[in-house]
């Protein structure tokens, strides 16, 4: 049995100060007075720290099986605590790809044995990402994995026959088919997002029409065969137009968005870096500030990392030959800070709601994530430093991968503790004594 | 100058000097003894990951005129296989002690990584990446039209000239380097495509654009004519052709004799080889006494003297 | 000593003499091309040719002199900033068989006319090479000599001398100043 917890004084949500008492992997007692806590607890003061319930990344690349040298669910697990997350969907696009039960149980299960936060394996909507055949969703649905979310995250399901079958087939189980939007022929050999800079660069296009149009496809095809769609890594303007309107129209969507499509631009790929080279592309300024905008007003649900980890040698390249993706569990929190809540778009209760809460219930692990901060609930709490500016340092991270854009980025807050069932799975160095 | 990586970076002053240092080199060029010691002890690296033996045996011949030593270095390769990384073609080249590389990669920004990663020391010149750059060809096209169109040329820039390049502006690293340099050398630019081959987000570009090449010939003064090479990808036939067909794209953007005579009598024919002779231009186009195409072949290797000259004279680390 | 060496006059003085030299040591003007080593030589050249000319009338003094560019010859190019390229320009009928009088401001260590001599090699095989030179500072650092010298001064390495000229300058002067 491990000694029971004590979180003084933190600021739950950003809006409440209060104390937890957490023993036995639970909260015991929430008390905005003095905690009453048992003589052996470890007292952590939380003066000036933010607690949100246990961060849940909806749309992670952890890349075992096949692509240990990138990421491993070990490597990958720290990185995503140190992130403030205890709860992280794996992609399907490992190899072999997690398209039948026996992927998803093996990565499940490992993610059991590392035991650093609940890995929650996505399962792939067609036989090995090919786009022709549907997986067996029904067999990974009933594994131990309980694979809820579908995707073939990487590829787009672009046959509209075979997206509105594994719409509708996913409802037998409550899934949700998660689609990666992107019209392949429009995208032939798309190497940034089509604009001024991509004509400047000579880099060839990837428009921003070829995400929307089949976000319009999918939200039709969704309403007319009344199933659960949820957009991967929304990146356009025009993308938030249709969410908003398909959302009107009593459409069951949920949307995405990313770190890096909240804070960086094409006018990034001018150097050829390609640690900026990331799929759906950066995007210009008025999408940056439409995706903002549609994060804040709800239009888009949840921020979900698209961590995407490559060795050095996949991008220390030329940009048309490096790969595509880019880390970014640990600097999530950091980022939405940064973009969305300093700048006053959204509360720190607001990332909760977007980052835990909501994710939780597209994944349907809303049982086990993305509770609240009270009584009863499992104890999976984040603090955040809100005022502890840090400069990110690629080489720094957990993951076994260095592929950050955000090197050298001041971020203004940074997450000092996090707590899985009452266990910590990171801890800032200043609390490691009390833990001694 | 440290490197030579986009006509963007070149301010008018740049490009002046460039241009009157061709001039002297090309006097040279007139001599009996056409080699001169000046990069005696320099190394020249041309590095071609694409094919491009008409580019490679001019940037050669100019290293060898100035007595540099040369080491070809020919690095198959595509995004499909990828073949030796470019960081250890570098680190190669940086182990052989290379002073200069002239790079052609089928990829965009490769020159510019080579300059910027780190991977190597010595000067980069970009011989051509991807869709993106070519300066020497934009600088030998400058030079070409300064001789011919300016009256006093040393020292001079292009003000006052209209130059229209015709066709697959879309993908062609010599219509974004001349777009540029003319701009910065003072001439009006006239891109004349079909919008199948204008880039998407041309508006900020120093230039104007038409669709057809009538209406160039007609609602401006020519005084350059740039045709561009039409690649055998991008023509008519498959699923993703830019235009219908050869024949149609012939009718509405090929030179022939007839649009050759609505010109300016004055007004010169420029192509970057190689021609697709019937295609975007007609033999009789191609072989008249307007055309200066063999001529750019020959102010090539003068410019590209220039270019080395420039990178590689001057102390260690000079600007 | 240090100031103005020279001013107008004595800089005309010299140069007349000169100019006379070279008719006497070649036994008149044929043949003779006058090569100015750029900046100051061009000017020197072009004045060296007009007062040949004055003392032998058959002397065709515009299509007699040249500019000689060293600058691709040098041997100090990568030890400098990069150094713009002159003009380099023979006078028709080349210096095949002629006798090239080269002509530059001051004569120091040598080097300059080595690079001359060399560029020389490439543009044609003249009968004969002299050099003149309107100031001579010494400290020279190869086995080379001037032919005629406008006025010899002593100086310390540490000097620099100052030729400056009317066409290039606005005014005609030669000054000797102390070194940094």
């Not at chain 1, 991008?315 to 490096?322: I, L």
């Not at chain 2, 991807?130 to 060809?137: A, D, I």
Request: net charge negative.
């Amino acid at each position: 049995m491990s000694r029971p917890i004590v979180i003084e004084n933190a600021s739950l949500f950003g809006d409440t100060v209060a104390s937890l008492l957490i023993e036995d992997g639970v909260i015991t007692a929430v008390s905005t007075g003095t905690l009453e806590a048992p003589a052996d607890a470890v007292r952590i003061d939380a003066t000036g720290l933010v607690a949100l319930p246990g961060l849940v990344d909806l749309h992670t690349h952890l890349r075992e099986p096949g692509r240990e040298d990138a990421e491993t669910i070990e490597t990958g697990s720290r990185s995503a605590a140190r992130g403030g997350f205890t709860a992280v969907h794996a992609m399907a696009n490992t190899t072999p790809v997690a398209d039948t039960a026996g992927v998803v149980e093996q990565v499940w299960s490992r993610g059991r044995e590392v035991g650093l936060v609940d890995v929650y394996p996505v399962g792939a909507v067609t036989v090995g990402l090919g786009g022709t055949q549907l997986a067996e969703m029904g067999a990974m649905a009933n594994s131990k994995a309980r694979v809820r979310v579908f995707s073939d995250d990487g590829k787009c399901v672009h046959d509209p026959v075979i997206m509105r079958r594994a719409l509708e087939y996913a409802k037998t189980f409550d899934g949700v088919i998660s689609q990666h939007a992107q019209d392949p022929r429009l995208t032939e050999g798309a190497q940034m997002h089509e604009g001024v800079v991509s004509a400047e660069l000579g880099l060839a296009g990837w428009p921003a029409v070829a995400e929307e149009s089949i976000i319009a496809r999918d939200v039709l095809l969704a309403g007319h065969v009344g199933a659960r769609l949820n957009v991967c890594h929304l990146s356009t303007a025009g993308s938030v137009e249709i969410v908003r309107w398909a959302k009107a129209r009593g459409i069951d969507v949920t949307a995405e968005a990313m770190p890096h499509h909240l804070l960086l631009t094409d006018e990034s790929v001018r150097g050829y870096d390609p640690l900026f080279k990331v799929n759906p592309p950066l995007r210009t300024q008025a999408d940056v500030d439409a995706v903002r905008a549609g994060l804040a007003d709800g239009t888009i649900d949840i921020v979900a990392t698209d961590h995407a980890p490559h060795p050095d040698e996949d991008k220390d390249c030329e940009w048309a030959a490096a790969a595509m993706g880019m880390i970014g569990l640990e600097t999530a929190v950091g980022i939405v800070q940064k973009t969305m809540v300093d700048t006053g778009l959204m509360t720190w209760r607001d990332v909760a709601y977007r980052m835990s809460a909501l994710p939780a219930r597209i994944g349907r692990v809303e049982h086990e994530h993305g509770g609240a901060l009270t009584e009863g609930e499992p104890a999976h709490i984040t603090l955040i430093d809100p005022a502890d500016p840090w400069v990110v340092e690629p080489t720094a991270s957990a993951s076994r991968s260095n592929n950050s854009p955000f090197g050298g980025i001041e971020l203004p807050g940074r997450v000092v503790a996090t707590l899985l069932r009452g266990v910590p799975t990171h801890l800032d160095p200043r609390f490691e004594g009390a833990f001694a | 100058m440290r490197h030579l990586l986009s006509t963007q970076d070149l301010s008018r002053e740049d490009a002046i000097l460039i241009l009157d240092t061709s001039a002297q080199m090309a006097a040279t060029q007139e001599r009996e003894v056409r080699k001169l010691p000046t990069l005696r002890g320099k190394t020249v690296v041309n590095l071609f990951f694409e094919d491009s033996t008409r580019t490679r045996i001019s940037f050669e011949a100019a290293a060898k005129r100035l007595s540099a030593d040369v080491i070809n270095f020919s690095a198959k390769g595509s995004s499909v296989s990828k073949g030796e990384s470019l960081k250890d073609t570098a680190l190669t080249l940086q182990a052989m002690g290379a002073d200069a590389v002239v790079v052609r990669h089928w990829a965009s920004g490769a020159a510019d990584r080579l300059a910027t990663s780190g991977w190597m020391h010595g000067s980069v010149l970009n011989a051509g990446d991807g869709t993106h750059q070519h300066p020497t060809q934009g600088l030998l096209d400058a030079f070409t039209m300064r001789r011919h169109l300016v009256a006093d040329p040393a020292g001079a820039d292009l003000a006052g000239l209209t130059v229209a390049i015709v066709g697959d502006v879309l993908h062609s690293r010599v219509a974004r380097s001349n777009v540029y340099l003319l701009h910065t050398l003072g001439a009006r630019v006239v891109l004349v495509a079909p919008p199948t081959l204008v880039p998407i987000g041309i508006e900020p570009w120093p230039c104007e654009v038409v669709h057809t090449l009538d209406q160039a010939i007609e609602s401006y003064d020519i005084d350059a004519l740039m045709m561009l090479r039409v690649q055998r990808e991008r023509m008519g036939g498959g699923g993703a052709a830019y235009f219908p067909s050869t024949e149609e794209y012939s009718r509405l953007y090929g030179l022939d004799g007839d649009r050759m005579r609505r010109l300016p009598d004055h007004a010169i024919i420029m192509h970057p080889g190689p021609m697709n002779r019937g295609l975007e231009i007609s033999a009789e186009a191609a072989d008249s006494p307007r055309s200066v195409i063999v001529e750019q072949v020959a102010n090539g290797v003068a410019v590209r003297m220039a270019a080395l000259y420039l990178l590689l004279a001057g102390e260690e680390g000079d600007q | 000593m240090t100031g103005t060496i020279m001013g107008a006059p004595d800089i005309a003085r010299a140069l007349t003499r000169i100019a006379h030299e070279i008719v006497e040591r070649n036994d008149g003007a044929e043949d003779i091309v006058l090569l100015g080593i750029p900046t100051r030589g061009l000017p020197l050249a072009h004045r060296l040719a007009d007062r040949i000319a004055h003392v032998e009338p058959s002397f065709d003094a515009e299509n007699s002199c040249g500019a000689l560019d060293i600058t691709m010859y040098r041997d100090d190019l990568f030890k400098n900033p990069t150094r713009t390229i002159g003009v380099t320009s023979v006078p028709q009928g080349g210096i095949d068989g002629r006798v090239v009088v080269l002509v530059d401001d001051v004569f120091h260590t040598g080097r300059t006319i080595r690079a001359a001599l060399d560029a020389i090699r490439d543009i044609g095989r003249p009968r004969s090479v002299q050099l003149a030179a309107l100031v001579d500072r010494g400290h020279r650092e190869l086995p080379i000599r001037a032919d005629f010298v406008g006025k010899n001064i002593p100086t310390s390495r540490s000097e620099r001398v100052d030729v400056r000229l009317e066409e290039v300058d606005g005014e005609d002067a030669v000054i000797l100043r102390k070194g940094p």
